[in-house]
């Protein structure tokens, strides 16, 4: 007999919940060290009560979503100017190809210097490391447009505007949302190391100040909250993938039928 | 005669035309970056005259072998961890389907925490010495490396793992011949958003707590308000960041040669 999928999940979480209850409890890691899940839901408990707990996290969210929003914007229009121009994109492939590997920890220190621990530093950060990701994939996109298509809007005579809306972007389109969704969980690591590192309010922030005060079970219950985001984010970016390409998996279907 | 020869110029101008396209832009940006921060009087904008001029002073042998290569060593050693135990525990993972539901929620979860968070968790445990940092690294890199090689397991065609089974082709040899090859484009795939991932780790973990490594040097150089210094520094880490990702490349060609040249081909027929 076949265990359903999920029973099986539920049971793996509750062995690594279970395991990490008894390992510090029975003595091979120090406790001290080594929060157990209990203890670990008892802070969590306290820190949802706290009100910074609270403004943290709204922090952390604004850092995440405006430099998701600067960075997808900018790399979504870069990358279509780039691609409507040919001339352009043969110029600047060397350019991205350099400037994407950096790390955008590099860049730490000058944030540091030119806006201190102001909300303007997590954004650097973030908005570069996300551009690059949405970035490539809108190039990959627009690479993928049919030529058939293509030529015969231009044989109806469509302008260069009236052929990124109708040709070019519904292609691309997939490829832009893939993008976007990296990018968001990119941002949100970003977000929340540049508050660890620098200082900037937030929930790696809050982190900080827990391992400085060994608050060693709100450090736990904080980096929890970190992965849940993580997760919802991810989620999130799911669904409203899905959402925006609806149409597009309908009329691929037609096709293939 | 004459065919062969414009044959070798046309050959000649293609090259010529690829080499410029690809050193006009950056030539252009740079020379840009030069002309509008010569003269500057900005402190934390200093002109790239001085930021060239220092470059070799600041990153001479001396610091190279004390800050360069310890960072570069602890990332090998991170990212060599990351990458037997990700592979390896993810061939397990990814051969069983009740292993893979069992594990599917607990990994996902401890995907989405950001690796840097976990700097001052393993701080706790592992002090704040080489091994900390290595940890560290082998913490974030694993994740990327581990579930792909899952979904490159999970996707072994099937009718090639019965044909293996009928040949009695098991174990070490359907691991060697089939399924670790089938894998290799999406544990590659993993292997690249790791090395990423732990040129990160590497800068942050040493910003955190160290007496050595790049991501110290650069934040004392701004502590210490030596500004043009620390640009040095950004520039070294993106040199850094350029040249393994380049490495990555052409070790990626050498490995996935097969692969490569048989999409090329299915494509082209």
């Known amino acids: 007999m076949r265990i359903p999928n999920i029973a099986l999940g539920a049971a793996g979480l509750a062995t ?163 993008g976007i969704r990296l990018a968001a969980a990119v941002a949100l690591v970003l977000a929340i190391t540049a508050e660890l590192v620098i200082g900037a309010p937030g929930l790696g922030s809050l982190i900080a100040v827990a391992q400085a005060s060994q608050a060693v079970p709100d450090m736990y219950a904080l980096i929890t909250v970190t992965g849940a985001l993580g997760l919802l984010i991810n989620l999130g970016a799911r669904a409203v993938e899905r959402r925006a390409l609806a149409w597009h998996q309908s009329v691929r279907g037609e096709t293939v039928l | 005669m004459a065919p062969v020869r414009t044959g070798g110029d046309r050959t000649v101008r293609a090259l010529t035309r690829q080499v410029l396209f690809a050193v006009g832009l950056p030539a252009v940006l740079l020379g840009l970056w030069w002309a509008a921060s010569d003269g500057s009087t900005d402190p934390f904008w200093p002109p790239l005259r ?15 072998r004390a800050d360069l290569l310890p960072s570069v060593l602890r990332l090998a050693g991170g990212y060599t961890l990351a990458g037997v135990v990700g592979i390896g525990l993810g061939t397990v993972i990814g051969s069983y389907r009740g292993m893979r539901a069992f594990c599917e929620p607990v990994l996902e979860f401890l995907r989405a925490v950001p690796p840097p968070v976990l700097v001052p968790v393993i701080m706790l445990f592992a002090g704040i010495g080489d091994t900390m940092k290595i940890v560290v690294i082998a913490s974030g890199c694993v994740w990327p490396v581990l579930l792909n090689t899952v979904e490159g397991v999970r996707a072994v065609d099937s009718v090639m793992l019965e044909t293996a089974r009928s040949y009695h ?81 052409f070790a990626e060609r050498r490995v996935l040669g097969w692969y490569h040249g048989l999409r090329a081909s299915t494509r082209r027929s």
Request: net charge neutral.
């Open chain 1, 16 to 178: 690594f919940l279970a395991l990490g209850e008894a390992v510090p409890r029975l003595g091979p890691v120090d406790a001290e060290y080594f929060s157990p899940p209990s203890r670990i839901a008892g802070a969590l408990r306290e820190e949802l009560g706290d009100a910074a707990f609270w403004s943290a996290l709204g922090d952390t969210l604004t850092g995440w979503v405006i430099g998701l929003g600067i960075a997808s914007g900018a790399a979504v229009l870069c990358g279509l100017l780039i691609t409507v121009v040919p001339f352009l994109r043969q110029v600047t492939a060397s350019t991205i190809e350099f400037l994407r590997p950096i790390p955008s920890v590099a860049l730490i220190p000058l944030a540091v210097l030119l806006y201190g621990s102001e909300l303007r530093s997590v954004l650097l950060l973030v908005v570069y490391a996300s551009f690059w990701q949405v970035l490539i994939q809108v190039l990959y996109g627009v690479q993928d447009v049919d030529p058939v298509a293509d030529e015969t809007a231009r044989s109806y005579g469509l302008g260069t505007w009236a052929r990124i809306r109708h040709v070019t972007w519904p292609t691309a389109l997939p490829y832009v949302m893939t």
């Open chain 2, 50 to 64: 001085t930021i060239l001029q220092i470059f070799p002073s600041v990153w001479t042998g001396e610091r190279l």
């Open chain 2, 169 to 249: 082709v098991r174990g070490v040899g359907r691991l060697r011949n089939l399924v670790l090859p089938s894998a290799s484009p999406q544990i590659v795939a993993g292997l690249r958003q790791a090395l990423s991932i732990g040129i990160i780790l590497m800068v942050i973990s040493e910003m955190f707590a160290a007496n050595n490594g790049i991501g110290f040097t650069v934040v004392q150089f701004q502590r210490s308000f030596a500004i043009p210094d620390m640009w040095t520094g950004i520039l070294l880490l993106s040199l850094l960041g350029f040249l393994l990702s380049l490495a990555f490349s």
